[in-house]
């Protein structure tokens, strides 16, 4: 049997999991990242890679597992050209809502219209531990 893949959701600091509240509650059914980014891991709680038919545990930035989700779709899109489905299954309530935050969160890179980026696209197989306040 091989190990499931890990992925954890960035929030503002160490305490924010207002994301994976958002996974759990059935509203985040998207995440997209750098194209340069998507395929490299980023330590314990992050694979990158993923792909469609992985199942992957979703952890909160304090390392405790939460739900697990199924991968299933990826996707590349430019970012002058944000599908409805990505940027709502991310939560957002435009598509020029989504280019602000990401511009926001990533202010070391150039996000002009023809920057891509991959998304993830999921559905949420298994609440591991839900909790109602903050961290």
């Known amino acids: 049997m091989t190990r499931r893949k890990k992925l954890s959701f960035w929030g503002a600091d160490a305490d924010d999991d207002r994301l994976v ?25 992050g694979d990158g890679g993923y792909v469609a038919g992985d199942v992957i545990e ?3 930035l304090k390392g405790r597992h939460r739900c697990t989700i199924r991968a299933l779709e990826v996707r590349t899109i430019r970012f002058g050209d944000i599908p409805e489905d990505v940027w709502r299954g991310e939560t957002f309530s435009s598509a020029e809502e989504f280019r602000e935050v990401h511009i926001r969160c990533l202010p070391h890179l150039d996000l002009h219209d023809e920057f891509e980026f991959v998304t993830l696209h999921f559905a949420l197989l298994e609440v591991v531990a839900f909790e109602t306040t903050g961290a």
Do not use: C, S
Request: net charge negative; glycine share 10%; charged share 35%.
């Open 58 to 60: 979703v952890f909160d």
């Open 21 to 45: 509240r958002e996974v759990i509650a059935g509203r985040k059914t998207v995440t997209a990242d750098t194209v340069e980014d998507y395929t490299r891991g980023y330590g314990e709680l």
